[in-house]
């Protein structure tokens, strides 16, 4: 199939990422952190999606919108 979603992501509180990851690795889920704002993991149909504890509109601290 040609296209198609690369992932989803969430923007989440910045205060409560660090409460997700943990929540995430207690369910024994498999993540990967990146830049220290980011965890991607795969949902149970094989979706990725990435947890991000920037603002909307904002990606590792610079203004995208």
Do not use: N
Not at 31 to 59: C, K, N, Q, W
């Amino acid at each position: 199939m040609l296209g198609g979603l690369h992932h989803m992501a969430i923007s989440v509180d910045p205060a409560r990422w660090d409460e997700l990851v943990a929540r995430l690795a207690e369910a024994g889920v498999e993540h990967a952190v990146h830049s220290g704002v980011s965890v991607y993991f795969t949902d149970p149909d094989g979706a990725r999606i990435e947890l991000i504890a920037d603002p909307l509109g904002e990606m590792y601290g610079t203004k995208v919108l």
